[in-house]
């Protein structure tokens, strides 16, 4: 069976690649990270349901934010393998979770696109946000829903109140935070 060939994926070595696309390749690309992400995991195990559905998220998210100037912190760290392969990590994603290789978590030390050092529990430290007056850089806090809907209520809180001081428009947090209530309202 012939390797896959990914020519959106293979031009992406960093999220200014990805910034550099046109919005109508972003669901093309996101297809082909899909298919990689399939790919890669069932040669190196992993997780995989929790990578897939981060997909979209991920390429948005680098595609909006200037990362790692802007710095996205995984409250659950297992659902970061699409964020490894669009910040230049793709060509070692054969070595994840092997010996030597790519952890399964973000990992400040691997990149400096790893903002926090996460793994499978909650570390929700840092919230959405940007100091206009200092120019600090923007906190994305991206939170799994969990097990309940209380804790998928909570987490929305927080959420909401990170908005609300993150310096976007008012018409940017309403949108976001209406996506965000709909989002935890259908999971659960």
């Known amino acids: 069976m012939p390797n896959p060939t990914y020519p959106l994926l293979e031009t992406i070595h960093a999220p200014d690649d990805l910034r550099r696309l046109p919005r109508a390749q972003l669901l093309g ?5 899909r298919d990689y992400l399939l790919h890669s995991v069932a040669r190196t195990g992993g997780h995989l349901s929790s990578n ?6 991920t390429v948005a ?27 230049g990590r793709r060509e070692r994603m054969a070595s994840l979770r092997q010996l030597g290789g790519l952890s399964g ?25 940007k100091d ?16 309940s809907q209380a804790y998928a209520q909570e987490l929305l809180a927080q959420a909401q109140q990170a908005l609300q001081r993150s310096g976007l ?13 709909m989002v ?3 999971a659960h």
């Open 29 to 33: 690309l996101a297809t082909e990270l």
């Open 52 to 57: 897939l559905g981060t997909v979209e998220l």
């Open 184 to 186: 935890v309202n259908r």
């Open 105 to 129: 978590f973000p990992q400040r030390t691997e990149s400096e696109f790893d903002a926090f050092g996460t793994a499978h529990s909650s570390t929700l430290g840092k919230t959405a946000g």
């Open 169 to 181: 428009e008012p018409t940017h947090t309403q949108a976001l935070a209406a996506l965000a209530d």
């Open 132 to 147: 206009a007056d200092n120019g600090k850089p923007t906190y994305v806090s991206l939170m799994g829903l969990q097990r």
């Open 61 to 87: 998210l680098h595609y909006v934010f200037n990362t790692p100037d802007d710095r996205l912190v995984w409250d659950v760290g297992h659902q970061t393998y699409p964020h490894k392969i669009l910040t």
